[in-house]
């Protein structure tokens, strides 16, 4: 349920009525790391599973790109929502040295609150022979938003969704943080076996430096946004060889790194 009704008073020149709205769900997860706590982050309740395999995956925790994590669940909320889910990583497979780089509080709306320092990205950037036709773009955002179906209820939800070379749309994702929402769509692609597949990464809002490095270690090498990227996204971008077009809007779109992809 990625939506609740509650109930609210709208003022407008007609006068003041009682609605019944919809709002987003957040709801916090614990997630714990063969019995200890890796992080608290607030998220959508929902594809919890791809959101974890996505987390840590883009954190460098777990490296493999193959196979689904084993994952169980602790604690469920009265109404139902996964509260809690100890992650069980062979020691032979596990990043010991990141696990303390998250350790407090991840909220919604900042991917990057809890970690202690930026990440350190020991991989090549990216090099792709992809390349990207602007008259695709409307196109690609198009498929996204009808499938948002939790943003048509409330308003209150970000989406990302994953397309490959032919523009063919992989996977879509929805929750009320951005970087929660990309994580889904990694997540999902991981356990689906196509992330060498996606091509082109949709995001629903603006794009920070957290999202450009999910992007990058998902070796995606477009990054496509309907709002504003911060001036770390770009320098990030440049440095990674990752392609970021942001306010793709009304057939407009504005390209800050890596033009000579585009067609």
């Given at each position: 349920?990625?939506?609740?009704?509650?109930?609210?008073?709208?003022?407008?020149?007609?006068?003041?009525?009682?609605?019944?709205?919809?709002?987003?769900v957040?709801?916090?997860?614990?997630?714990?790391?063969?019995?200890?706590?890796?992080?608290?982050?607030?998220?959508?309740?929902?594809?919890?599973?791809?959101?974890?395999?996505?987390?840590?995956?883009?954190?460098?925790i777990?490296?493999?790109?193959?196979?689904?994590?084993?994952?169980?669940?602790?604690?469920?909320?009265?109404?139902?929502?996964?509260?809690?889910?100890?992650?069980?990583?062979?020691?032979?497979?596990?990043?010991?040295?990141?696990?303390?780089?998250?350790?407090?509080?991840?909220?919604?709306?900042?991917?990057?609150?809890?970690?202690?320092?930026?990440?350190?990205?020991?991989q090549p950037?990216?090099?792709?022979?992809?390349?990207l036709?602007?008259?695709?773009v409307n196109?690609?955002?198009?498929?996204?938003a009808?499938?948002?179906?939790?943003?048509?209820?409330?308003?209150?939800?970000h989406?990302?969704?994953a397309?490959?070379k032919?523009?063919?749309?992989?996977?879509?994702?929805?929750d009320?943080?951005?970087?929660?929402?990309v994580?889904?769509?990694?997540?999902?692609?991981?356990?689906?076996?196509?992330?060498?597949?996606?091509?082109?990464?949709?995001?629903s809002?603006?794009?920070?430096?957290e999202?450009?490095?999910?992007?990058?270690?998902?070796?995606?090498?477009?990054?496509?946004?309907?709002?504003?990227?911060?001036?770390?996204?770009?320098?990030?971008?440049?440095?990674?060889?990752?392609?970021?077009?942001?306010?793709?809007?009304?057939?407009?779109a504005?390209?800050?790194?890596?033009?000579?992809?585009?067609?």
């Open positions: 349920m990625a939506t609740v009704r509650y109930n609210a008073l709208k003022i407008s020149a007609r006068g003041a009525e009682s609605v019944d709205d919809a709002l987003a957040e709801h916090p997860l614990s997630i714990a790391v063969n019995g200890e706590v890796f992080t608290l982050t607030m998220q959508t309740p929902g594809k919890e599973i791809e959101l974890v395999r996505g987390l840590l995956f883009t954190e460098g777990i490296k493999s790109r193959s196979g689904e994590l084993q994952i169980e669940i602790t604690e469920t909320s009265d109404l139902g929502f996964i509260s809690k889910v100890n992650v069980i990583i062979p020691e032979s497979e596990l990043d010991k040295s990141q696990l303390n780089k998250r350790n407090l509080l991840s909220v919604a709306s900042c991917g990057i609150c809890g970690k202690t320092e930026l990440a350190e990205l020991n950037a990216i090099t792709s022979s992809t390349v036709n602007m008259n695709s196109a690609m955002f198009d498929e996204m009808a499938a948002q179906s939790a943003f048509l209820e409330s308003g209150g939800c989406a990302s969704a397309f490959s032919e523009k063919k749309m992989l996977t879509v994702m929805e009320i943080g951005r970087h929660n929402a994580d889904k769509v990694i997540g999902s692609l991981l356990n689906s076996g196509n992330i060498k597949q996606a091509q082109y990464l949709l995001v809002g603006r794009v920070s430096y999202i450009v490095t999910k992007c990058f270690i998902a070796g995606i090498p477009f990054l496509l946004a309907v709002s504003a990227p911060s001036s770390l996204a770009v320098d990030f971008s440049k440095e990674l060889g990752i392609t970021l077009v942001g306010f793709c809007r009304h057939d407009r504005t390209v800050y790194s890596h033009p000579e992809r585009l067609v």
